[in-house]
């Protein structure tokens, strides 16, 4: 299996963001008393002015963020996976997305890869509940160098974002920050004819590792880095499914209302082929190390060899 | 101390501002009258009185900013913002019609003028706290306004709302509580009591003030005093009667929480609330 290097996530966005307060006076950053495990407190520290920890009150956190946004500020407001989207979810929907102000929600802790807490802070759900948001832009980058490059594009874009970090370090997947970013345009990270494996965060690694398993087989498995779940790459998805005729999806995340889902929808209507979703199956998380629990829930590279082979006993 | 003509003018106004929430109401057939006329003088006093805004220029930076956190109440804002001169008075009309910028509960990127969209009770005063801390950032000297119902502080997120002005000492912010008594299902006091309501807010660390909010006189001091207070955000409790103004309304305050009034009803409430000095003679 591929050795990768590993960098995390949410440290890449703490360091990014000092970087950029730096150069922007507009941006602030709010947080719920999460900051040294979601790395705003680097800016609190250099920009205490600008910082503003709300407690233990994410509802009031996203309601707050909304105000300073209505005298433009840019505002970064920062907790766990779990709290950013579920407890807060009305707010973002009805302060954040209906009245469309600029503030990005940056989540740490996403998926089951928090590992040790347990399933009350393991945010399998998230991603379903604000892509059906309407206004949201829903953002998970694939490693640290993405996660810098993402954050910086959300502070040129004006808008509601929802960006979703890890709490472990992760496989770093691209070699250098010399690549394109764009908003809603997915990535081929790997080419292939046989089939399409889409994927977002940490199971981009994951399906690259998949691809090279495949290969040995004689299977060319096109990878793509579906980093934004919305607005989707629609074009680039059924371009995919048109020519390899076989998708995979794989993401930290249930498998309901998801990368998977989203992928799912599109196919249906316009260029169905047969599918295979690698997520959590409709199940909570439970406490344990993030690589077991990995394996445990089926997300690992071996898991999507295995939708992958099913995928291609059912292509036409 | 307000002249006497200032207050008879504010007395017109606000009248003005009842007749429109009735016939907006009903051209509409369903809106929010009772919870509208309660608050009617807090706005009148608000938009015609203290506040410093430019219906020419909604965006102006240094404006004091309102945040109707009681979102179902649009009306009588619609009604301020219409005769303030945000847009034509005919437009009232146009209330909870399709394609019309007056939804049924407020929009702000629908409506100049309304500085933020609410309608889900209970998070307008953490928008209100985030405008006062970017006046604070911004070093401007505007004012924010958030204007509560007092159902609505059943919400938890008020509390934490209230907790965030202390901590963070806003005293450019007044939040107004129109405390009209009653909710969807009956006496606020009945269906989870808020008392003792103004210790709640002084234990959350507010300066508390509470004054009749149908007496322009007593709401302009009130307001006044709580500009002046430094150190600490504050309350005030606006003592209301739901529907007031309009006498059936006030005897039968839970009919007309969320029903509009029908054509009879209107003519009547309209007949009630016109005086012969509001007409041109």
Redesign the interface.
Known sequence: MKEWKTAATRDAYGKVLVELGRENKDI?VLDADLSVSTKTALFAKEFP??F?D??V?E???????????????I?FASTFAVFGSGRAW??L???VA???LNVKVVVTHAGITTGEDGASHQANEDLAITRALPNLTVVVPADAIETEKVIRAAVKYYGPMYIRLSRPKTSVVYENADYEFKIGKGIVMRSGKDLTIFACGIMVAASLEAAEVLALEGIEARVVNLHTLKPLDKQLIVSCAQETGAVVTAEEHSIIGGLGAAVAEVLVENEPVPMVRVGLKDVFGESGKPEELLIKYGLTAQDIVRAAKVVLGRKK | MIAKEKVKELEATARKLRQHIISMTCAAGSGHPGGSLSAADIITVLYFYKMRHNPKDPGWPDRDRFVMSKGHAAPVLYAALAEAGYFPVSYLKTLRKIGSSLQGHVDMLALPGIEMSTGSLGQGLSAANGMALAGRLDKKDYRVYCLLGDGECQEGQVWEAAMTASHYKLDNLTAIVDHNKYQIDGRVEEIKNLQPFAEKWKAFGWQVFSCDGHDFVKLIETLEKAEKFKGKPSVIIAETVKGKGVSFMEERPLDFHGRAPTPEEEKKAVAELCQLEDFEL
């Not at chain 1, 509802?59 to 500020?73: N, S």
């Open positions: 602030v002015d600008r503003f709300l407690g009150a509802q009031d956190m996203i309601g707050t963020a909304a105000g300073l946004a209505t005298c433009g500020k505002v009305d707010q929907r009805m302060s209906y009245p469309r």
